[in-house]
């Protein structure tokens, strides 16, 4: 069992930037990877970004690539999601999610984003 708790969401106004928070616990040595999602009203979740738990590499989804870094602390079992020039568009609940084989398994209790115009 994985147990991911998410921090960090709030309202800021467009243009501005807001840090998520997700801390891993439980069978982390599982994992192989951790991922942000999102998920706007009345939308499916989406992909955002995600980076590999061992070497670090990161991968983002098109809407936010340039805006959003994913990046980890191994030492704190933590990743974190600095979002810079936000946009109303940003507007979700964001998910951490854990990855184990080819599968996010585990997910967070998701944080609230509102970013005003």
């Known amino acids: 069992q994985v147990q991911l708790v998410e921090s960090g969401g709030g309202l800021v106004q467009a243009g501005g930037s807001l840090r998520l928070s997700c801390a891993a616990s439980?069978?982390?040595?599982?994992?192989?990877?951790m991922g942000w999602f999102r998920q706007a009203p009345g939308k499916e979740r989406e992909f955002v970004a995600r980076i590999l738990w061992s070497g670090g590499s990161t991968f983002y989804a098109d809407s936010v690539k340039g805006r959003f870094t994913i990046s980890r602390d191994n030492a704190k079992n933590s990743v974190y999601l600095q979002m810079n020039s936000l946009k109303p568009e940003d507007t979700a609940v964001y998910y951490c999610?854990?990855?184990?084989?080819?599968?996010?398994?585990?997910w967070g209790q998701g944080t609230q984003v509102a970013v005003s115009s």
């Open positions: 439980g069978s982390i040595f599982s994992i192989n990877a």
């Open positions: 999610a854990a990855r184990r084989g080819g599968i996010y398994d585990y």
